[in-house]
């Protein structure tokens, strides 16, 4: 009986071996890409350069689209997409939540495509005369960083002002009902209300803001398949390198994918940072004072340590750049 007994459980932990082992196979053959409706994935998506490459190497591409920052990075830590794509502030609040999540690149500076918007017959100003109004913006999104900063440069302290936390959409609603004064937004948002509704920019990110983009992965991801992310920013970089020097192509291509009118998305595409990098000592610096900036605030609970979540890429890869 102890040995029908004993066969009955090797079977059974076999059994359950072969059912991990498919998993985790499934899991490698396949990337979870998270993007959003702007920048170089979309592109990347769009050009399917990606998945010919990856099929060479037996893996699968599958794309979700989030509405912001903020949430694609919960979507990274929940675990439903492997990689993805958010402006400097999302990874400071995700990685204060614990958030399992490593840098794999970055894009040049932006500083033009965020700004503080507010309607075209506002008696606002200037920044100082954000104090006491209503300011929508999308909590945790690279705007928030903007809002800081913004706010400091004109003397005024963040408690000066009301937020209002809401996604694009909704925030443009409140913006255009009048419900708030102020929408600090992104491109192609900003573009967008700019040529639309006529809104007007009291502030982009100009000498206040890098307005870096950044690209992010689940730290597990990252260390058991180094040669999938090496191939995904070379892919990044090319489609970039591309598009900087095609700005005209690369709007007739992103504009039906926006749904946007052509002047609208060249506007976008002009103002966007093109050419994926790995992480710099200097990006790493600037990325640590946002941090550092929002912990003072009391945004996040504790101080964060940005180079300890920075994916170092293997010798031979960073070789290359």
Do not use: C
């Not at 689209?65 to 903020?70: A, K």
């Amino acid at each position: 009986m102890r040995t029908v007994l004993m066969r009955r459980g090797l079977v059974a932990l076999f059994a359950a071996a072969v059912s991990f082992a498919a998993i985790t196979q499934a899991q490698a053959e396949t990337l979870r890409i998270g993007y959003q409706k702007y920048g170089t994935l979309v592109l990347l998506k769009a050009k399917g350069t990606l998945e010919k490459r990856l099929a060479a190497q037996g893996v699968d591409v599958k794309w979700t689209e989030f509405p912001g920052g903020p949430q694609l990075l919960e979507g990274l830590n929940v675990g439903s997409i492997d990689f993805g794509v958010t402006g400097e502030t999302p990874p400071v609040f995700a990685q204060a939540a614990k958030a399992d999540l490593v840098y794999v690149a970055y894009e040049p500076p932006a500083p033009t495509s965020e700004a503080i918007l507010v309607p075209k017959d506002s008696p606002i100003q200037s920044v100082a005369d954000l104090k006491g109004k209503k300011v929508v913006l999308n909590k945790g999104s690279n705007v928030h960083y903007l809002l800081v900063r913004a706010l400091q440069d004109a003397g005024l302290k963040y408690t000066d002002i009301q937020t209002v936390f809401l996604p694009p959409a909704d925030a443009r609603a409140a913006f255009e009902r009048g419900a708030v004064d102020a929408w600090v937004i992104w491109d192609p948002y900003q573009a967008a209300a700019e040529q639309q509704l006529q809104a007007r920019t009291l502030k982009d990110g100009t000498h206040l803001v890098d307005n870096h983009q950044f690209y992010l992965a689940t730290r597990p991801y990252a260390k058991a398949h180094p040669d999938v992310i090496e191939a995904l920013v070379d892919e990044v970089r090319k489609v970039g390198e591309w598009s900087k020097a095609n700005p005209t192509e690369v709007t007739a291509q992103v504009a039906p994918l926006l749904g946007l009118p052509v002047d609208i998305t060249l506007t976008t595409v002009k103002r966007q940072g093109f050419g994926a990098q790995y992480l710099t000592p200097a990006v790493v610096d600037a990325q640590q004072k946002i941090a550092d900036a929002f912990y003072q605030l009391k945004l996040i609970p504790q101080p964060l340590s940005i180079k300890d979540v920075v994916w170092t890429p293997p010798a031979a890869v960073a070789a290359k750049q």
